[in-house]
């Protein structure tokens, strides 16, 4: 679909047949087509030009060694700032509280929130031998408790039971209070998301977060999410200081420039993906995988 920043950089730079140190204005050069390539992976614009500013610094008057092209050499610096900005190591979610666990799971409507919740919650139960208890706290659709109850259903989770009339924050209460009582390890919290950040859905994550204390508040985010990653990171964490990214849809066309964006901005680990619509289709994160993939 692109050409590889590999293949553009190597056009470009390995003319230069002085080898030794790469001038500013041969780094230059490159950097343009690094910013391209940021930019078609959907990468936000303020943390392109950040990006392309520490590759800057790094490149320019680096010696070229032998055994390298100009452009090989360019495209690893590149690719290690990449890796260094994604996080270098996985950050798997953190279980390490008292028992019940609280994950909170927040996001923009369609982001993918109930079915990463599920995933989740299947993955701690089957592969990490925990016992999980999953609670909709969505009362503005009115099918959404239903769903997490199906979900639950078909992978052998817990649902809380559904009380007709409750608020959100009476629902996050009840979920640790029956949590505690029945012994769970971990209490899995689904908000309810809006079509665009507001003030009512920031008031309802920070009333949420005040009521149940959770250990992780996990950021759900589309992989296509483009130049409104900044944004919606920005808000989420500001307003209800997030711990980590689930970054879904992964097993899209998109290049996942937005891990790299709100990585950025929040300097919040992206902690999980997922990568189709099946329970099991979620992955931890691989900082090195994705900067391939953004490199394209
Ligand atoms: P919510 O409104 O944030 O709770 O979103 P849902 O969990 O209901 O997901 C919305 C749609 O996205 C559903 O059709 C899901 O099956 C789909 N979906 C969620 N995660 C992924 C993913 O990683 N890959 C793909 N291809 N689809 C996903």
Do not use: C, W
């Not at 520490?54 to 032998?66: D, I, L, N, S, Y």
């Not at 309810?192 to 009521?211: P, S, T």
């Amino acid at each position: 679909m692109f050409e590889s920043l590999s293949d553009r950089l190597s056009g470009i730079l390995d003319k230069l047949t002085g080898r030794g140190a790469l001038s500013e204005s041969d780094v230059n050069e490159a950097l343009r087509e690094v910013r391209r390539a940021l930019i078609e992976a959907d990468v936000a614009l303020p943390v392109v030009r950040s990006f392309t500013d520490k590759v800057r610094v790094r490149a320019v008057g680096a010696e070229v060694v032998k055994s390298v092209t100009p452009g090989q050499m360019v495209v690893k610096i590149v690719h290690d700032q990449l890796v260094e900005m994604l996080g270098a190591d996985a950050e798997p979610i953190d279980l390490n509280a008292p028992a019940p666990v609280a994950i909170m799971m927040v996001g923009l409507q369609g982001s993918g929130k109930t079915t990463t919740t599920a995933k989740i919650a299947r993955r701690l139960a089957t592969r990490d031998k925990r016992r999980v208890l999953m609670a909709s706290l969505d009362t503005r659709r009115p099918a959404a408790q239903e769903q997490l109850k199906v979900l639950g259903e078909q992978n052998g989770i817990d649902t809380l039971p559904i009380v007709a009339g409750q608020g959100p924050v009476d629902i996050a209460r009840r979920a640790i209070q029956a949590a505690r009582l029945g012994g769970y390890d971990v209490v899995m919290l689904d908000t309810a998301g809006r079509i665009h950040i507001d003030e009512a859905l920031m008031h309802e994550m920070a009333e949420i977060k005040a009521a149940t204390n959770p250990h992780e508040i996990l950021l759900v985010a589309d992989a296509l999410t483009g130049q409104d990653a900044v944004n919606l990171a920005t808000s989420f964490d500001e307003r209800v200081g997030i711990t980590g990214i689930a970054l879904t849809r992964m097993d899209g066309d998109g290049r996942g420039g937005a891990a790299l964006s709100m990585r950025a901005v929040t300097g919040k680990p992206v902690k999980i993906i997922g990568t189709g619509e099946k329970a099991e289709a979620l992955e931890d994160f691989h900082p090195r995988r994705i900067a391939d993939r953004i490199l394209g």
